[in-house]
C-alpha cells in the first residue's frame, strides 16, 4: 500500500494558512486565480467630454487652489 504525500500548510504574512498544493492548483491555467486576458474596454462615444466641461472643472478647480493658498497665508 502506497502511502499519501502529507499536505504542507504555508503560513503568510497575512495571518492566515493555506494548503500549498490546494494554492498552486488554483494559480494554474483554469483555476479560480489563475490571470484572465485583460480586455480592453470599449469607449464609449457619449462619455467624450466636451471643451465646455472641461473648461468648467479646470477654472473650479483653480479657483479652489486659489482660496485654499489664500486662506493659508492669511490677509
Sequence with gaps: MSRLEPEVIANYADGCAYVKGKLEDAFRPGGILAEK???KAVKD???QAKREDVDLIVRFTYTRILDHFSYI???
Excluded: D, I, L, R
Design 37 to 39: 486576458p485583460t480586455t
Design 45 to 47: 462615444a457619449s462619455a
Design 73 to 75: 497665508e492669511g490677509p
